[in-house]
Every structure is written in structure tokens, then in C-alpha cells.
């Protein structure tokens, strides 16, 4: 089954700096998405790349889409202590309207 | 802007009682789902839900497991004799016509 996992498991940075996490899964996907979780809290939507892009942006995030390799970055540019939380990425099956296969996630800790 | 919203924040039972996790999805979007993420475990799916009826389901939404729509805004998961396994944080989320999954903030379920 496809399985999204995400690279590293943890990072720590300090503020200002940016932060990268991968992510590579195993079959063919329609769309991948980005997610960030808080401690105990909710998954809050980030940024969805379909099969057919390559790279996307929204505010300080970059996401790249390569499904030759099946994997995907996230790059947080400038980051702040809030953007401490962990980071999920999720893809969806070829064909759409199918659901979310999520990875372990990547903790990352932005230091003040 | 609109959210997916769930009740309750928290759920204490004891093992073998019925509990019913309520959401109410965004009110425009179609596709509805839950999910479960077991403390420091992915996030996983259970069922999707779409024209009143379940469009798919995971290995874990067994025979305890059942999903309705009572009325036009009310998306319940019960879970009828609940284990000590059935512990987890419990999302629901709903889908646009961008394939984007909003997720609300979680119901966490602790079976004693």
C-alpha cells in the first residue's frame, strides 16, 4: 500500500533559518498535501500540489512534486518559533476522491 | 472562514459503552471522513462518506463501527462497545471541489 513517510523524523533550527522536510511515498497519487499539527491539536491544511505540478507557493512555503521519484519537499523560508509543530505529508490514490495516506510526520522545533 | 467543527473536545467512557463523536462539515462540501491517530502513531483512516452513504472503508471500521448523517449538517461516528484500543484522537474532515481535506480540531476519546 502507498505509504507517505516523511524525512527527518526531527529538525531543530533557529529562527530565521529554513527549514526542509521531505516526504516519499510508493504509488501513483492524484494529489499531495501538506499538513501542520500542534501538540494534541487539529491538522491544519498547508498547501496541496497535484500529480501534475511541480512546485507550488503560498506565503513562506515552497512545495516541490516530483513523481518520478515519488517524493515531495516542504521549505519553510524565514521560520518563527510558531511555526514549531509537526509536519504531515498525505496523498490521495490515482482517480481522485480517495482517501488520505498519511506519513509519520516530521517534528520540527524552531528556536527563538 | 468556514470550519469543520467537532464535539466533544474530550470523551472519557468505560471500555464495552457506545459513544457518538459528532462533526459538523463544512456546509458546502460533499465528501466527508473520519480519522484516528492513536497517541505518537500516522494519522489513519477509518471511512468516507459521500450521497448518504459509505464510499469506503478501512480494515479498522469494523462491525462496532458505524457512521450517519442525521439531518443536513450533523456527520456522527459511534463506536458500540468501545475497547481500551479505541483510545485515540478521532478527526473528521470534509472535502471541497479542490480535493482539499479540512480537518476539525479532534474529539480524544480515552476508553478507561
Known amino acids: 500500500s502507498q505509504q507517505g513517510e516523511e524525512d527527518p523524523q526531527a529538525l531543530s533550527i533557529q529562527e530565521g533559518e529554513n527549514a526542509t522536510m521531505n516526504c516519499s511515498y510508493k504509488t501513483s497519487i492524484n494529489n499531495l498535501q501538506w499538513y501542520r499539527q500542534n501538540s494534541g491539536r487539529g491538522l491544519v491544511h498547508l498547501i496541496l500540489i497535484r500529480s501534475n505540478e511541480r512546485e507550488k507557493h503560498s506565503g513562506r512555503l515552497r512545495v516541490t512534486l516530483d513523481t518520478s521519484k515519488k517524493s515531495s519537499s516542504l521549505l519553510i523560508t524565514a521560520s518563527r518559533a510558531a511555526d514549531t509543530a509537526s509536519y504531515f505529508c498525505a496523498t490521495d490514490r490515482d482517480g481522485g476522491n480517495t482517501p488520505l495516506v498519511f506519513g509519520k510526520g516530521t517534528r520540527l522545533s524552531v528556536i527563538a | 472562514e468556514p470550519e469543520v467543527t467537532q464535539t466533544p473536545s474530550h470523551q472519557v467512557t468505560q471500555m464495552g459503552q457506545e459513544v457518538i463523536l459528532r462533526c459538523v462539515p463544512i456546509?458546502?462540501?460533499?465528501?466527508f471522513y473520519w480519522y484516528r491517530q492513536i497517541l505518537g502513531q500516522k494519522v489513519e483512516f477509518l471511512v468516507s462518506f459521500y450521497n448518504n452513504e459509505i464510499s469506503e472503508k478501512s480494515e479498522i471500521f469494523d462491525d462496532q463501527f458505524s457512521v450517519e448523517r442525521p439531518d443536513g449538517s450533523n456527520f456522527t461516528l459511534k463506536i458500540r462497545s468501545t475497547k481500551l484500543e479505541d483510545s485515540a484522537m478521532y478527526f473528521c474532515a470534509s472535502r471541497d471541489n479542490t480535493d482539499t481535506q479540512y480537518f476539525g480540531p479532534g474529539t480524544r476519546l480515552t476508553v478507561l
Open positions: 456546509s458546502n462540501h460533499l465528501y
